[in-house]
């Protein structure tokens, strides 16, 4: 389970109105599919050599890559009091981190991302 967290609740929003919200257990997440999500049944025929539905992706990867993030994170946000910015491009799997701590000490702004 990730960080001990037994279940997730999903609330699907369309037009700021709830149309449905699921309970799901956390080890389930990996085998969910779109139609899971929407409530539906899934019509996925592909599946894992163990007979059940085949992961989306894998919880060892995610957790693996979450623990060499927050390695990165721990080597280059050395400075305390600091205000960072991490960001990824889409489709790339490099990622930059930017000290923004000059921009976040002047006068407030909205942020329109």
Do not use: H
């Amino acid at each position: 389970l990730m960080a001990n967290v037994p279940q997730l609740a999903l609330c699907l929003q369309e037009k700021g109105f709830f149309q449905s919200i699921r309970l799901l257990r956390t080890e389930d997440i990996p085998s969910l599919s779109s139609s899971d999500l929407e409530g539906g049944v899934s019509s996925s025929s592909s599946s894992s050599p163990g007979g059940g539905p085949k992961p989306l992706f894998s919880p060892t990867v995610v957790e693996s890559n979450a623990a060499m993030l927050l390695q990165f994170l721990k080597s280059n946000c050395t400075r305390e009091n600091c205000t960072y910015l991490l960001r990824r491009n889409a489709g790339e799997t490099n990622i930059e981190l930017f000290d923004i701590t000059s921009v976040s000490g002047q006068r407030q702004r909205k942020w329109i991302w």
